[in-house]
C-alpha cells in the first residue's frame, strides 16, 4: 500500500520561498516515479516537477524551472523559490508505476497525496 501524504503549503508574499514535502509510506523509490502536480479551481492538474530515482534526474515545467527545485531522502521536497501569484494552487505529490515520464498527465499517475495549498499574494 502506497501512503503519499505532503505538508508545508502555506501563504507567503510574492518573491519569498516555501517549501512542500511528500512523505512516502512503501518501499516505492526503485519502484516508481514522484511528480509534484498542481492545480487551481476550474483547471486540470498541472505536472510541474518528477523525480525519477532510477537516474536520479529532476524534469520541470517551464513555468517553473529556475525557481523550483525537488530532492529527495526521507520525504520528496519541492523548494519553491521566487515565488509569483500564478504560482497560487494545490500542489499534490503523485507517484507512477515506471517508467517515468518527464511530465506526466494526472491520468498516467497511480498514487496520490491529498494535496497542501499554497497562496502567494501580489
Known amino acids: 500500500q502506497v501512503q503519499l501524504v505532503e505538508s508545508g503549503g502555506g501563504s507567503v508574499q510574492a518573491g519569498g520561498s516555501l517549501r512542500l514535502s511528500c512523505a512516502v509510506s512503501g518501499d516505492i523509490v526503485s519502484r516508481y516515479c514522484m511528480t509534484w502536480f498542481r492545480q487551481t479551481p476550474g483547471e486540470e492538474r498541472e505536472g510541474v516537477a518528477t523525480w525519477d530515482s532510477g537516474i536520479g534526474d529532476t524534469y520541470f515545467a517551464d513555468s517553473v524551472k529556475g525557481r523550483f527545485t525537488m530532492s529527495r531522502d526521507s520525504t520528496l521536497t519541492l523548494r519553491m523559490n521566487n515565488l509569483k501569484p500564478e504560482d497560487t494552487a494545490t500542489y499534490y505529490c503523485?507517484?507512477?508505476?515506471?517508467?517515468?515520464?518527464?511530465?506526466?498527465?494526472?491520468?498516467?499517475?497511480?498514487?496520490w497525496g491529498q494535496g497542501t495549498l499554497v497562496t502567494i499574494s501580489s
Open positions: 503523485a507517484a507512477k508505476v515506471r517508467p517515468c515520464l518527464r511530465l506526466p498527465t494526472a491520468g498516467d499517475m497511480d498514487y
